[in-house]
């Protein structure tokens, strides 16, 4: 599978050293606002100055939408109208308008599209999956989850320059915690129930906090869970909680790993870092996951119209 990448930012380092490391998929062509950016490429990757220019000559089967989150919207619709595949960095857009308008677009044209999930390839993610899919640790049913995305992007009254390229505390951190519940809770079985969110109408980000309460139900067994997404905190903390009736896990996604409390034993800790960085772990993740739907012809619109249901769902409350 050939790719071509919109946007040479802080990410796209990290997808490009996944693609290096994933049989399969190769990296090449890109495109940039910025040409500078080229630099930034490796010598067997041709850089377009001009979008239209690469989707009229790109040999790329699709393209990764690597730009700030608040072009999404735009760059993906340029992409699906020039009759090519759109890869996007999660999440696809910011508004349920935007939503519809791409999927019924790319329908249209019988396009796949595909969202880039990447925290839920995260190490201690998919260790947790493979635990629970072996009925390893004897746990029981899921009662409850606490599911805490923060970063440290508002300091002083102000953004701070990790925020760039990012549209909102809630819109950047419910994404991705609702991509990592969704691989142990089926999204279908999960509703919301309130959603609240700070905006600060002088700061240029949809809200600097978010939360959102959902109930579910697994296993027969209904339970509640609360998303928490802040950049007030002034730290880097991602990290997912889950209540089971005999114990609790905790899964760090920043530091990739696990500790695991089993009522009446000792607490385990399971370190899952690599020697490479969790980002690239997380994509190496995620084009795996690609070239194989996109050999099949899948993509992965489905998982993804759910959780955007459920994130929206939160942020309309507001
Ligand atoms: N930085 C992270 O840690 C991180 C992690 C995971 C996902 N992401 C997601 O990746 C996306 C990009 O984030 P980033 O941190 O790399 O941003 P960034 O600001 O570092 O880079 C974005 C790049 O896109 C370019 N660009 C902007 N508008 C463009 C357009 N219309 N066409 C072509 N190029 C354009 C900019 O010149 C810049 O080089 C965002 O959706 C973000 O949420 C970022």
């Not at 000792?266 to 050999?295: I, Q, S, W």
Request: glycine share 8%; aromatic share 10%; proline share 4%.
């Amino acid at each position: 599978m050939k790719i071509g990448l919109i946007g040479i930012g802080k990410i796209a380092n990290y997808q490009m050293q996944a693609i290096s490391h994933t049989k399969g998929i190769s990296l090449v062509d890109a495109h940039d606002l910025d040409p500078v950016k080229a630099e930034e490429l490796p010598g067997s990757v041709t850089f377009f100055e001009n979008f239209d220019q690469m989707m009229k000559r790109s040999t790329a089967d699709a393209f990764l939408v690597s730009t700030p989150t608040p072009t999404h919207f735009e760059v993906a619709m340029k992409i699906i109208e020039a009759d090519r595949v759109a890869i996007v960095e999660k999440p696809l857009c910011t508004s349920p308008e935007q939503e519809d308008a791409l999927r019924t677009a790319a329908t249209t044209r019988k396009l796949p599209l595909y969202t880039a999930f990447h925290p839920s390839y995260g190490r201690e993610v998919e260790w947790w999956v493979e635990q629970r899919a072996q009925k390893n640790f004897a746990l029981g049913k899921l009662l409850g989850f606490e599911s805490c995305f923060a970063d440290p992007y508002y300091l002083n009254g102000d953004l701070t320059l990790g925020a760039v390229g990012k549209a909102g505390a809630w819109i950047d951190g419910g994404a991705s915690s609702l991509s990592v519940l969704a691989r142990l809770i089926d999204p279908d079985e999960m509703e919301l129930v309130d959603g609240r969110m700070t905006c600060i109408p002088s700061l240029k980000c949809s809200e600097v906090q978010g939360l959102g309460i959902y109930r579910f139900v697994v296993d027969g067994q209904p339970g509640f869970g609360i998303v928490d997404t802040n950049w007030t905190l002034g730290k880097n903390h991602k990290m997912t909680r889950l209540w089971y009736e005999n114990g609790s896990i905790e899964l760090d996604h920043a530091k990739e790993f696990a500790r695991l409390n089993h009522r009446g034993g000792d607490e385990l800790v399971f370190n899952l870092a690599t020697d490479k960085p969790r980002l690239v772990n997380h994509y190496c993740g995620v084009f795996a996951n690609l070239t194989e739907m996109y050999g099949k012809g899948e993509d992965n619109q489905e998982m993804s119209r759910k959780l955007h249901r459920l994130l929206f769902a939160a942020n309309s409350k507001k």
